[in-house]
């Protein structure tokens, strides 16, 4: 078992706010919620509020409810007894219960079906659950919920229970996105790397070039710190293992010969005039912004690197270089 917080690792000032947050809150015997985008570590932070409380020998106990039915994850969450219904043919003790003493973790509470959220509450309001065709019984459980999602605005629109929302939201960790930590990319970078590195087997790890560096510094990354995970590691596995990382492999998908979206259909004609509309200035205009849209569009794709975004348009390079300075693109990064 583990008896110690999981480690997280950050240097900004948002991160350590956060940390200080938490610390604050964890020995309070209370629900909380945890609030971030996707990858920013709920989970982390859940397991941390857990082992920094009076509950840390006991059970932490983790349901993702966005993973089953609702009729799954009533059974799931709370058990049944054996012959309950069709196919329970031995009692199953929920997670509710096996949480008994410490700490239930509700990953993606938001899609819990009202159903399954009037037994949360009854459970967090006053410790008692029913197995599906047994008794009444009490249970002694600190219940912390995690979403991505605005729960007040689901409230408000009667797509999750007010009660219940006022119950878990005893106080509420939002957690920054990674874009607002910049000052830990690097520092992430580093670790996901090591950890790459051990699993690869390589003697040692010989850092980030300058412009793998800012590669990571630039991007957006909407899939916060799992994407910038998933990005390094690859990364690292396809990089010389004598050498630095020289490039952060930020798409996987992206290829010369990645399938082309469908394209959206074109206008239909006027049925009553049998004339298709076409842009302002006419039809050489409307053909000078299509063309202008599917270079930009190509370049974007390819991270204006155009030598590849010009075997993908199936263009010389010159071909390509041309069409860019027709269109005044010729100024954009490469």
Known sequence: MQTNPPPLLGESPAFHAVLAHVSRVAPLERPLLVIGERGTGKELIAARLHYLSRRWDRPFVKVNCAALT??????????????????????????????????????????????????LLRAVEYGEIERVGGRTQTVDVRVIGATNADLPALAEAGQFRADLLDRLAFDVVTLPPLRARREDIPVLAEHFALG???????????????????????????GNVRELRNAVERSVAASDPEGPVEEILLDPFAS????????????????????????????????RRFESGLLETALERNRFNQRQTAEALGLGYHQLRGLLKKHGLIGKPE
């Open 196 to 222: 790459m590195v051990r699993e690869l087997e390589r003697s040692l790890f010989p850092g980030f070039t300058p412009r793998a560096l800012q590669q990571l510094l630039d991007h957006g990354w909407p």
């Open 256 to 287: 010369a010969w990645r399938p082309e979206a469908p394209m959206a259909p074109a206008p239909s004609p006027d049925v009553a005039t049998n004339e298709v509309p076409v842009a302002a200035g006419g039809f050489q205009e409307k053909v």
């Open 70 to 119: 609702e009729s799954l994850l009533d059974s799931e969450l709370f058990g049944h007894e054996a012959g309950a219904f069709t196919g329970a043919i031995r009692r199953q003790i929920g997670r509710v219960e096996q949480a008994d003493g410490g700490t239930l973790f509700l990953d993606e509470i938001a899609t819990a079906s009202a159903a399954v959220q009037e037994k």
